[in-house]
């Protein structure tokens, strides 16, 4: 199976419901972008425009090779010209709320694949690889641990190492230099490895299934369940689920205390959960490419290894 060979391969539009007005605090901006990340296009407005990373809002976070459409709240009263290379702007119009993660209503795919696909309505909702790139789970899982100076060594980020260089040993303060949405995002990271891994030994033990690439696929969401994350407050509403995450933890060397981020109490997760199947929606094949719509936070890679796991 190859896909995403160049981004035009991988081709995503955001489907969000914008409370639009003539005026107000906000500017609402579409864009359209090549070989950019969702923080990319943060860093590139951010910098054109001269404001603080902390006045750019999105819904969703878009992978980097691919063809994307998503949109931005500005907080500014700056005109926003589309005069960047590989980003197409469009102001879309004005609100007083920003944008945040949870907003979106879902994305639609269109994405050219090299096999012929049978229909399946569900996939197991994993989360897909672009969560755990550059070493994502890992430093999620050192910061949880509180090894914070390894944390910002595996980073390799600028400003961090800046800050330890004039305040040594002082680790922390090197991870409070950087945004709090890509610290989440790396505790997120690892939070998702770890529902992945239970998840799957879920469908091994309970469901006919299919192995690939060290996760169980199965078509067959009876009990679409909610599953929880790990948390320091989370609740278990199935045993089976409270028993394979509590032999994760000791395989992994963690309790739900490491959930409590002393030295970062205002990034302690909190209890969330996912749908363990999600719904596939107007679906649509015409060789090469397939076209789908999926709920926000779903991974259209993971729906992908579906079809090509059980296209026979």
Same mark, same amino acid.
Request: hydrophobic share 35%.
């Given at each position: 199976?190859?896909?995403?060979?160049?981004?035009?391969?991988?081709?995503?539009?955001?489907?969000?419901?914008?409370?639009?007005?003539?005026?107000?605090?906000?500017?609402?901006?579409?864009?359209?972008?090549?070989?950019?990340?969702?923080?990319?296009?943060?860093?590139?407005?951010?910098?054109?425009?001269?404001?603080?990373?902390?006045?750019?809002?999105?819904?969703?976070?878009?992978?980097?090779?691919?063809?994307?459409?998503?949109?931005?709240?500005?907080?500014?009263?700056?005109?926003?010209?589309?005069?960047?290379?590989?980003?197409?702007?469009?102001?879309?119009?004005?609100?007083?709320? &920003?944008?945040?993660?949870? =907003?979106?209503?879902? +994305?639609?795919? %269109? *994405? !050219?694949? #090299?096999?012929?696909?049978?229909?399946?309505?569900?996939?197991?909702?994993?989360?897909?690889?672009?969560?755990?790139?550059?070493?994502?789970?890992?430093?999620?899982?050192?910061?949880?641990?509180?090894?914070?100076?390894?944390?910002?060594?595996?980073?390799?980020?600028?400003?961090?190492?800046?800050?330890?260089?004039?305040?040594?040993?002082?680790?922390?303060?090197?991870?409070?230099?950087?945004?709090?949405?890509?610290?989440?995002?790396?505790?997120?990271?690892?939070?998702?490895?770890?529902?992945?891994?239970?998840?799957?030994?879920?469908?091994?033990?309970?469901?006919?299934?299919?192995?690939?690439?060290?996760?169980?696929?199965?078509?067959?969401?009876?009990?679409?369940?909610?599953? &929880?994350?790990?948390?320091? =407050?989370?609740?278990? +509403?199935?045993? %089976? *689920? !409270?028993? #394979?995450?509590?032999?994760?933890?000791?395989?992994?060397?963690?309790?739900?205390?490491?959930?409590?981020?002393?030295?970062?109490?205002?990034?302690?997760?909190?209890?969330?959960?996912?749908?363990?199947?999600?719904?596939?929606?107007?679906?649509?094949?015409?060789?090469?490419?397939?076209?789908?719509?999926?709920?926000?936070?779903?991974?259209?890679?993971?729906?992908?290894?579906?079809?090509?796991?059980?296209?026979?």
């Amino acid at each position: 199976m190859k896909i995403k060979e160049t981004p035009e391969d991988f081709i995503v539009d955001e489907i969000i419901n914008l409370n639009l007005k003539d005026n107000g605090k906000y500017v609402y901006i579409k864009i359209k972008k090549t070989n950019k990340n969702t923080l990319d296009i943060v860093d590139i407005l951010a910098n054109k425009l001269k404001i603080n990373k902390k006045d750019i809002g999105f819904a969703g976070m878009k992978d980097k090779k691919a063809v994307t459409t998503q949109y931005f709240s500005i907080r500014t009263s700056k005109d926003i010209r589309n005069d960047l290379d590989d980003i197409e702007i469009e102001t879309v119009g004005y609100g007083n709320e &920003p944008l945040s993660l949870g =907003d979106l209503e879902g +994305n639609k795919f %269109k *994405i !050219k694949i #090299d096999f012929i696909p049978e229909k399946i309505n569900n996939a197991v909702n994993y989360f897909g690889e672009q969560r755990f790139s550059d070493n994502n789970k890992e430093i999620g899982k050192l910061i949880l641990t509180g090894k914070f100076k390894e944390a910002v060594e595996l980073i390799k980020n600028k400003k961090c190492d800046e800050y330890v260089a004039n305040y040594k040993n002082d680790y922390v303060g090197a991870l409070k230099v950087l945004e709090r949405r890509l610290i989440t995002l790396y505790i997120n990271s690892y939070q998702s490895y770890l529902w992945n891994e239970v998840v799957s030994e879920y469908i091994k033990e309970n469901y006919e299934y299919k192995e690939f690439e060290g996760l169980n696929y199965t078509t067959n969401d009876e009990e679409n369940m909610e599953v &929880p994350f790990l948390t320091f =407050d989370v609740k278990f +509403n199935n045993e %089976k *689920i !409270k028993d #394979d995450y509590e032999k994760l933890m000791r395989e992994e060397g963690i309790t739900l205390r490491n959930f409590i981020i002393k030295s970062l109490p205002d990034l302690s997760p909190l209890a969330a959960s996912r749908k363990m199947f999600v719904d596939i929606k107007n679906y649509k094949f015409e060789k090469p490419y397939i076209e789908f719509e999926l709920g926000k936070g779903s991974y259209a890679t993971e729906v992908l290894k579906h079809l090509y796991i059980f296209k026979d």
